[in-house]
């Protein structure tokens, strides 16, 4: 059974701080990593995505992967209170595009 | 660019009720998904169509059946609802190829069985 795992949370920053995001997995064969940020009542949204080892960054977001420990990270730099939501970890599975989802961790940003 | 659409957006049946949810993409893309989202379950995949004219079970088809109309359109059919499909379901869609596969959700649609 392929995993992936995340901390559930909550984990609360405060505004300004980096938020520390974290999830590993478990099939050495994956090739595609994805971090999704889901509002309260809405759907998933694309915000990273990370195909290969080391760092990628987009604003303030910054994804880390590390195929080696199968764990890849989602740092938040300057976190605001926009950024409270629940942040979803996936990985590429099987041949035919199937994600594979992680719990997701909930972040709560405290003015 | 309207993105991934799903109707409706609420939906309540009573137990051994049918109704399809439908959903559009207008990004031109070849895959489309089903998913339900339940609290501590995370999202799962219903079923998948990699291409038009292909569907493919996931990890929790049974209770649903889909159909691929045509490139932009994937339904997704109750055919005698049950309590435990209560759920918010998203489907969403990506381009198939090589290692990527970055999937777009649409907004979702609540359904709550009586």
């Known amino acids: 059974q392929k995993e992936v795992e995340q901390n559930s949370g909550p984990l609360s920053v405060p505004e300004g701080a980096i938020a520390s995001l974290n999830c590993t997995y478990s099939d050495r064969g994956s090739q595609s990593f994805f971090w999704y940020r889901q509002y309260s009542g809405k759907s998933p949204e694309l915000i990273m995505s990370?195909?290969?080892?080391g760092d990628k960054e987009d604003g303030r977001f910054t994804a880390q992967l590390n195929k080696a420990s199968q764990y890849v990270s989602l740092l938040i730099r300057d976190s605001q209170p926009s950024d409270s939501a629940t942040y979803l970890c996936a990985t590429l599975g099987e041949q035919g595009g199937k994600l594979i989802f992680g719990q997701g961790t909930e972040l709560s940003v405290k003015p | 660019n309207a993105g991934v659409t799903q109707t409706p957006k609420f939906q309540v049946l009573k137990t051994g009720q049918s109704m399809t949810l439908q959903c559009a993409q207008d990004m031109n893309h070849n895959s489309m998904y089903w998913y339900r989202q339940d609290p501590g379950m995370g999202l799962r995949l219903i079923y998948y169509?990699?291409?038009?004219?292909?569907?493919d079970k996931g990890e929790v088809p049974n209770g649903y059946n889909v159909s691929r109309l045509n490139k932009r359109e994937f339904s997704l059919r109750l055919e005698s609802a049950a309590p435990s499909q209560t759920s918010v379901y998203f489907c969403?869609?990506?381009?198939?190829?090589?290692?990527?596969?970055?999937?777009?959700f649409g907004p979702g649609t609540r359904l709550t069985v009586l």
């Open positions: 969403a869609s990506s381009v198939l190829g090589s290692s990527y596969n970055e999937q777009f």
């Open positions: 169509s990699a291409s038009e004219g292909t569907t």
């Open positions: 990370i195909y290969s080892n």
